[in-house]
């Protein structure tokens, strides 16, 4: 597995890319934020590991311009800021993940494998509901690209639509039942699944069901 870190403290940059190859990681490292973003649209790397603090251009610059040009990477976002503002700051701009720094290798290691994961088994490539193609391989909804946590989310509502899937169940899939999948995560998702569904004119919308969960119906 291929991993971009980005990172301008090098020391630290390189003793957690020591650490990851350890793990059978393949570690590339940008040590600024233009360096970090000429790697970034690459798109050659599983998993993009971006701290928010970066001379030149900060990581939530660098993550802007990854969606922007619709690089649907798995991001996760580091910063010594851990109020849950800044986290929604950065999940609003398209980041997959917040790890608070300091952090230990092991928890980076998790949440990187939580986020590249992949079904053991696929029925179709495409899933269809109304008037949405939702294109698993590709994960994209109508043409149009998702993020990793969008493209886990919308494919387990789709799997039952008009059906509430509860909010302990998207936390446990999506997040692999961890600590980190918060329940203010899930509401910044679905905000932004609600955005892409009314850009796409869709007649499809998601539905907060208090105290239960959501689900995908159909006006």
Not at 120 to 126: K, L
Not at 176 to 189: L, M
Request: proline share 2%; aromatic share 6%; with cysteine.
């Amino acid at each position: 597995m291929r991993i971009l870190y980005v990172e301008d403290e090098k020391f630290l940059a390189e003793a957690v890319k020591h650490n990851l190859e350890k793990q059978d990681f393949d570690v590339d490292l940008a040590f600024d934020g233009e360096d970090g973003l000429e790697k970034a649209v690459d798109n050659i790397y599983d998993c993009v590991v971006l701290d928010v603090m970066l001379p030149k251009l900060s990581g939530i610059q660098i993550l802007e311009r990854m969606r922007e040009k619709k690089v649907t990477t798995p991001v996760i976002m580091l910063s010594a800021l851990s109020e849950v503002e800044d986290k929604v700051n950065g999940l609003n701009s398209g980041a997959d993940d917040y790890l608070a720094k300091p952090f230990k290798t092991a928890e980076l290691v998790a949440r990187i494998n939580a986020l590249t994961r992949r079904p053991v088994a696929i029925q179709s490539n495409i899933v269809h509901f109304k008037d949405l193609d939702y294109d698993t391989n590709e994960k994209m909804l109508n043409g149009q690209s998702l993020t990793a946590k969008e493209a886990a989310i919308i494919s387990e509502l789709l799997k039952t639509p008009g059906k509430i899937v509860q909010k302990e169940y998207l936390l446990n899939k999506v997040w692999g039942g961890e600590a980190y999948g918060e329940d203010n995560y899930i509401e910044v998702y679905m905000s932004r699944l609600r955005k892409t569904l009314k850009s796409l004119g869709s007649v499809v919308k998601i539905t907060t069901v208090r105290g239960l969960g959501y689900k995908i119906v159909a006006e």
